[in-house]
């Protein structure tokens, strides 16, 4: 089982609208790391979290760690399809580094 | 600035062969980290290399190896393949060792490895 559980698995949205991507853990995250891929290609470092309650924003994409630093969640405001990719949260985990499914945004123009 | 960069892009292997991928790091950065992303999920860690030695190893078996050279590149070993290791692997570099191998990491664009 994943230790770290993204929903949803996939989303298609329509240009300009809102959307929100959850990251999930059963254990406190101590580095919580949000990338972006491309189909077949490498991944894109987009944010790190750290603290609980920590909030960052990079152009039109918010990511936030919870305060029991178990869940952080990705949002980004009104969508474009260079937004389109695989979303991965990524997390410090028994000294390597864990990731998630990854969630796949399609933007419709 | 160059990136981290990989080769070969594709590979296409047979059952039972050995493969050799290569990484050269970003520029300035000295540990190199290996990722396996089979399709449709997330990168599995490897193992990382740092000052020429393995530092960490995730959960592999040892037909998988590495090598890391004294310009801090980096080749990845994978002896008696089998079919699921057809994968997209991911090289990663970073500078410095300070545990997992985590933040900032740069990624390469990945070798794409199909087993026959």
């Known amino acids: 089982s994943q230790e770290l559980e993204q929903s949803p698995q996939s989303l298609i949205v329509q240009e300009g609208k809102n959307l929100t991507i959850n990251c999930t853990s059963s254990?406190?995250?101590?580095?919580l790391y949000w990338y972006k891929q491309k189909y077949g290609e490498g991944l894109i470092f987009l944010m790190m979290?750290?603290?609980?309650?920590e909030e960052k924003s990079h152009e039109k994409i918010t990511a936030k760690l919870d305060e029991k630093k178990q869940q952080s969640s990705l949002h980004i405001t009104a969508s474009q399809p260079s937004h389109a990719g695989i979303y991965l949260c990524g997390a410090d985990m028994d000294n390597d580094m864990r990731f998630g499914a990854g969630t796949r945004l399609t933007v419709k123009p | 600035d160059a990136g981290v960069t990989q080769s070969p892009t594709h590979l296409i292997k047979t059952r039972g062969q050995q493969v050799t991928l290569r990484c050269s790091p970003k520029s300035g950065h000295d540990t190199v980290s290996w990722y396996q992303q089979a399709l449709g999920q997330g990168p599995q860690f490897i193992f990382q290399y740092y000052e020429e030695e393995e530092r960490q190893r995730g959960n592999f078996p040892d037909r998988f190896s590495g090598h890391q050279f004294p310009n801090y590149s980096s080749e990845l070993n994978v002896n008696a393949l089998l079919l699921g290791d057809s994968a997209l692997y991911l090289c990663?570099?970073?500078?410095?060792?300070?545990?997992?191998?985590?933040?900032?990491?740069?990624f390469g664009p990945g070798t794409r490895l199909t087993v026959t």
């Open positions: 979290l750290q603290k609980g309650g």
């Open positions: 254990k406190t995250l101590y580095g």
């Open positions: 990663a570099s970073s500078f410095g060792i300070a545990g997992p191998p985590s933040y900032e990491q740069y």
